[in-house]
């Protein structure tokens, strides 16, 4: 009020003629409903009046509007002694004096407060007096309300960010907060919320939303999309699900997108390429399907990329070129095929960390690699990478995992010395014994023959004694990708290796030892209380011998809380002498709880016991008798097998296999009969010249195929070692993969994955068989390329099965002198005449079933004339015609390419040409085949040498054949007359 006793009186005759006016006008109270306070007083112009004295018990309304001879700013009840600030806005002929909004914010707030059990605000009506309240700093919690007083000359105040971080707040998630107009900052981080994002907040002008690690459910509102000035979404681990909704995309000014740890589903959408300015993408550990959208290559701002666990099929590397500002890209299990892009080493200078691993990734390490300066962590574990590892891996002092690839060797073999200095290199893994093997293990003694049938670990502890056994200890820390050796028992890492191992020999007449293995876990992280602590969840796989036992293992669920015991036993066996567990972490589960950091697995304390007795107690004496005996019995063993060939020179390849280090799972037959019925017929799905093949079907639902070698099979120990031996020592989508075995009395079995849609029927493999003549660093023949050995996937992928007859190609022969092996029908005629062997063997099968593949016939069930043998001398035939469309499977009438399928049947041609010496390689096929280059098959004439060559081939081989069955068994001289036309009768040297 303005100081003078002559304007004071002034201001009190004013305030009584307008009570006055107003009571006559009205015939009311003077205070009407809220927002209904109306005072219309014509009176003198008084235009230093400031303060308006109410004197009243129930003042429930508020004034809108006075004369604008009244320049009111504040309004005094006496009785309540309150203050309430006004905004004024000018109007033409009156002056507006509104409500200032945060008497309604203050509402809200005491609602908001209420919803989440917050017990820290403390409100009232002059709490943003100094610009915000309740400001709680520490390590992980912050609490403070921000408050903007600027607005009208800084007299009045609006909310402006609200941050409640880790403060163990509980109940739902407000609708309230948007009766906030001016509210752009949400920030509930790590807490215990729960319920849905309310679709009310859209009102606010909001561009941060932060609910990291809550407990939110529900999906994302699709009114979110419609808040222009959001620049932040991070809603990671909480409990959503649902797809991302369209609407997002209009979200043209987000910089940070973050939904890591939630049930999110459906293909990662097309608009997320509208989010140009985007620095910031995490995609971990949800249910998104792949592919990436070819717009993703629009986000040129992205520093950060995170996408891990991607379900779907295999997938084109994404387009990331541009992307200068890169620091971070972890593309880790997404189902990518082909090679690492140059471009990253070209353009994303300042990159820190590269995740590529558990991919399918082909070819070799990108050199531009090397120029990568910032550079710190590089992860590439579990691929099919190939060719040379570059020098400068084992020269950088950095994070490096290269492990489970299919490197052939160093560019220059390092030293032991400086492979320590790349930690991941500890764990370096491939299928021969090479020089970082040898530095690795050097001083490990469990490569040998087994010292200890025991072994009792408490994992991250001290030495302790539980049930009468000591538990060693294990309490050093380890980084990110390390190795380390503990006395003389066991060995861990911390690197990614999974599945694949080469830590023992596999031999078909080793005696696996029974064990009992218990692991023993507890959820110490995490709490079960309503506290932040208990939001987190950890999830992850286990697998022993490369086998996976349990999937998503949540120690918390399985043991019915946290800090409860829970132990899981396992039967298993040590095939050579180490026993491998592999704890593997997908990416699933909290990331941020109670830190930022990995989550995955943990374990208390391993125990592996025998169920057998290791002492044998004898005498002195019965241990020499036992020694002679096992003398004789070894030299009559030594014997035999000299003089059934065994003994002899080894060959280039058996060289070569003596270093392969082999130990895929080992499945016990009562595992096996459990999962085929016992070998019923009615899951029997086929049958090879190894013997039957039957659909199985595992505990965990894991569905494998099983091939078991007959008693009848003119197949053996020989070639059952031989598969093993040749299917691991290389990996590729393109071929069957081999789960492990089962060696029981007379019972030899292989477990391979379950190929859903049978054997080959309109696909083409030609990928695999390219790998194996060129790009795997062991050249393989396989001598035995059929269409029934071609298996197909769920997403008809062809992959090559039936390595019993494989034969290693070494580089320094120009051609393998052998005795012939194969099916009739398929072999090429250097081959079957000669036992001249290459690689271009199979490109002559592999020219079989493409003609098959074509015309829907068998090449030698098919019998046009009686002139003709096969159904390769008809296609001859015709090509000379100018007809070889007449070739073409008739089920397909005119529903056809008719310039793809001469492509195929020129290409037929030109890969059966009787000269192994003009027959294409398989990778000019693949190139043919994927129209790169064109093809012209040779014309031949039905009388020349080389066709009367090819023809005697068949014919002797069909001789020889015939004569082989009549030699057997009465019930192969069954098959004698027909053996020529069989396509699945297979020779075997």
């Known amino acids: 009020m303005k100081k003078g006793s002559h304007a004071g009186t002034l201001q009190w005759i004013v305030i009584l003629i307008c009570f006055v006016i107003l009571f006559i006008s009205t015939g009311r109270q003077p205070f009407l409903r809220e927002k209904e306070f109306h005072i219309d007083c014509s009176v003198p112009s008084f235009n230093n009046l400031e303060v308006l004295v109410l004197m009243s018990e129930s003042t429930t309304g508020s004034p809108t509007s006075l004369s604008n001879d009244v320049n009111l700013i504040f309004l005094h009840n006496i009785v309540n002694k309150e203050f309430h600030f006004y905004q004024a806005q000018a109007q033409p002929t009156t ?164 939904i890591d740890g939630n049930s999110i589903s459906g293909k990662i959408p097309n608009f997320i390429g509208n989010w140009t300015k985007l620095e910031s993408l995490d995609m971990q550990g ?103 590892v570059p020098p400068w891996i084992m020269v950088r002092n ?82 990110p990708s390390d190795f380390r050796q503990y006395g003389e028992r066991w060995a861990c890492s911390t690197t990614g290796d999974y599945l694949y191992n080469d830590k023992a020999k596999f031999t078909a007449q080793a005696n696996p030892l029974l064990n009992m293995m218990k692991l023993h876990f507890a959820e110490i992280m995490y709490t079960e209380d309503q506290t932040f602590n208990s939001v987190g969840e950890r999830r992850f796989d286990i697998s022993i011998h490369g086998e996976i036992r349990l999937k998503d293992f949540n120690i918390a669920k399985e043991a019915n809380g946290t800090g409860k015991s829970i132990i899981r036993e396992f039967d298993v066996f040590v095939n050579g002498s180490t026993l491998e567990i592999h704890l593997y972490w997908s990416g699933k589960g909290t990331t941020f709880v109670p830190e930022r950091g990995v989550y995955g697995p943990l374990i208390s304390a391993i125990g592996v016991t025998p169920n057998f007795d290791p002492d044998t107690g004898l005498s002195v004496g019965a241990v020499f008798g036992i020694i002679a005996a096992g003398c004789m019995v070894i030299v009559l063993m030594l014997v035999f097998l000299w003089m059934k060939g065994y003994l002899r020179g080894k060959g280039p390849e058996d060289k070569e296999l003596s270093y392969l280090k082999l130990q895929k799972g080992y499945f016990s037959l009562k595992r096996i009969k459990a999962a085929t019925g016992n070998f019923d017929n009615a899951n029997k799905i086929g049958e090879g010249g190894f013997g039957p093949v039957y659909k199985g079907v595992l505990s965990d639902g894991t569905v494998i195929a099983v091939k078991q070698l007959s008693s009848t099979s003119k197949q053996g120990n020989r070639e059952f070692i031989n598969e093993i031996g040749m299917i691991s020592a290389v990996q590729h989508p393109n071929l069957v993969k081999l789960y492990g075995c089962c060696v029981e009395g007379n019972q030899l079995l292989l477990i391979y994955e379950y190929m859903e849609n049978n054997s080959l029927a309109r696909a083409l493999f030609a990928r695999g068989l390219a790998y194996m003549h060129e790009e795997s660093r062991l050249k393989i023949v396989h001598r035995d390329i059929k269409a029934t050995n071609v298996l197909l996937d769920r997403d008809l992928n062809a992959k090559i099965s039936d390595f019993g007859l494989a034969k290693l190609d070494e580089e320094e022969n120009t051609h393998i002198s052998t005795r012939v092996a194969g099916t009739v029908g398929y072999m090429a005629p250097e081959y079957a005449m000669r036992g001249y062997l290459t690689d271009k063997a199979d490109v002559y099968s592999f020219g079989v079933v493409l003609l098959e593949i074509v015309s829907g016939k068998s090449n030698t069930s098919f019998l046009p004339q009686e002139d003709f043998i096969q159904l390769l001398d008809w296609a001859y035939l015709l090509q000379g015609q100018g007809n070889l469309l007449k070739l073409v499977d008739p089920v397909l009438e005119s529903n056809y ?89 297979s020779l075997h040297d």
């Open 95 to 258: 002056q507006n004096l509104r409500p200032n909004p945060y008497k309604n914010s203050v509402k809200a707030l005491e609602q908001i407060s209420a919803k989440l059990n917050n017990k820290y605000w403390n409100i009232s009506t002059t709490s943003c007096s100094n610009g915000g309240f309740n400001t709680t700093f520490g390590p992980r919690v912050l609490s403070i309300v921000i408050c903007n007083c600027s607005f009208n000359n800084s007299i009045v105040c609006h909310v402006t960010n609200v941050r409640l971080k880790g403060l163990n707040l509980t109940g739902v998630l407000p609708d309230e907060f948007g009766d906030l107009p001016y509210l752009t900052e949400i920030d509930f981080s790590r807490n215990y919320v729960n319920g849905s994002i309310p679709a009310s907040w859209a009102r606010c002008p909001l561009n941060t939303i932060s609910l990291l690690a809550n407990r939110i459910s529900g999906s994302i509102p699709a009114a979110i999309g419609s808040i222009k000035t959001l620049e932040e979404l991070v809603l990671e681990d909480n409990q959503l699900g649902g797809t991302l909704p369209p609407e997002l995309g209009n979200l043209g000014r987000l910089r940070r997108f973050r």
């Open 398 to 479: 950095k994070i490096i995992d290269i492990s489970y690839n299919n490197f052939t060797v160093y560019a220059t073999q390092p030293s032991c010395e400086n492979q320590h200095l790349v930690k991941a290199i500890s764990n370096y893994s491939s299928t021969w014994n090479n020089l970082i093997n040898w530095c690795l293990k050097k001083d490990l003694p469990c490569t040998s023959t087994p010292k200890y049938h025991s072994l009792f670990i408490n994992c991250g502890g001290q030495l302790l004694e539980f049930n009468g056994e000591k538990y060693e200890v294990d309490s050093e820390q380890m980084g």
């Open 286 to 388: 949800t249910s998104l399907e792949g592919p990436f959208p070819s717009t993703i290559s629009l986000l040129k701002n992205l520093t950060e990329l995170r996408v891990t666990d991607l379900n779907g099929s295999n997938m084109s590397f994404p387009n990331l070129r541009g992307m200068k500002f890169m620091h971070e890209l972890i593309l880790r299990n997404c189902m990518i095929i082909g090679q690492i892009p140059n471009y990253i080493g070209e353009e994303m200078t300042n990159i820190k960390k590269i995740d590529l691993s558990f991919n399918r990734l082909t070819g070799e390490i990108p050199t531009q690699f090397q120029g990568l300066s910032s550079l710190q962590y590089l992860y590439l574990t579990n691929n099919s990478l190939t060719g040379l």
């Open 897 to 985: 390419s008719e310039e793809e399928a001469l492509r195929m049947l020129n290409l037929a041609l030109l890969c059966t040409n009787p000269s192994p010496s003009l027959r294409p390689t398989m990778s000019s096929v693949v190139s043919i085949l994927e129209g790169k280059m064109p093809v012209q098959a040779p014309r031949m004439k039905p009388s020349s040498p080389n066709e009367r060559m090819r023809f005697k081939a068949f014919e002797k081989l069909s001789r020889d054949s015939q004569s082989n069955a009549s030699s057997t068994s009465q019930e192969s001289q069954v098959q004698k007359s027909t053996l020529t036309l069989d396509s699945s009768t």
